[in-house]
């Protein structure tokens, strides 16, 4: 029997770089939002425009985030790329939580009401992240909204550049962290169908984040 050849793409890496760090990422960042108010202030307002439906936390990691959208009203749901990631959060929350890869989510068309993705474009090239937004629009129903937040830049890194990570906490992985630009990102996700409501630039947090500078969109599917 031939054995088959490993997946040597760059989501396979990503995948098998999460896995290896997911006890020890969910115990680092899993708490992270009690320290960020004005993270917690944009979930809050998400829900309040989507707790009319199901919303889909995309790129969930440990689950950290879908909890706090569950807590403030919504009937959540994570999916990430990560099957290690979502054993952790589905540990840690009792929420559903589904393995897959957000350039073909599991979920039918115009099914829920609303989409976050926290952080997680900045693992996908441009082809990629066009991809993951036409199934955001896909699988969104008309006059739903998503909210996706990704890191611009930092002290030695400019929009459109990346850094590449070989060893994270003592585990050897290959993981692409990208620095997006919001406005090329917006006109991306509007070619997919998603118009922009209102953005949010700001500052890291000293002491409480990685030091790099960060961007929120709020986008709406239009009926």
């Given at each position: 029997m031939t054995?088959?050849?490993?997946?040597?793409?760059?989501?396979?890496?990503?995948?098998?770089?999460?896995?290896?760090?997911?006890?020890?990422?969910?115990?680092?960042i899993g708490d992270e939002l009690d320290g960020k108010p004005l993270d917690r202030a944009l979930l809050d307002a998400f829900v309040e425009l989507a707790c009319d439906g199901p919303v889909v936390d995309v790129g969930c990691g440990p689950g950290h985030a879908t909890a706090h959208l569950t807590r403030s009203g919504a009937q959540a749901l994570g999916v990430d790329l990560s099957p290690?990631?979502?054993?952790?959060?589905?540990r840690s929350t009792a929420l559903p939580y589904a393995a897959a890869d957000m350039t073909a989510l599991p979920i039918r068309?115009?099914?829920?009401?609303g989409i976050l993705c926290w952080y997680a474009l900045i693992h996908l090239a441009e082809a990629e992240r066009a991809a993951a937004y036409a199934e955001f629009a896909r699988v969104l129903r008309p006059g739903g909204h998503a909210l996706v937040a990704f890191h611009t830049s930092n002290a030695g890194t400019r929009p459109g550049r990346a850094t590449h990570l070989t060893e994270w906490w003592d585990h050897p992985v290959d993981l692409t962290f990208r620095f997006l630009d919001p406005a090329a990102e917006t006109a991306a996700l509007a070619r997919a169908g998603l118009t922009?409501?209102?953005?949010l630039d700001r500052a890291p947090l000293p002491g409480t984040e990685h030091a790099s500078q960060r961007s929120y969109l709020l986008l709406r599917r239009l009926p």
């Open positions: 054995t088959p050849p490993p997946d040597l793409t760059e989501s396979a890496a990503t995948r098998r770089s999460y896995d290896a760090v997911a006890e020890r990422y969910a115990a680092e290690g990631m979502c054993a952790i959060a589905r068309s115009r099914a829920v009401n922009l409501t209102a953005r």
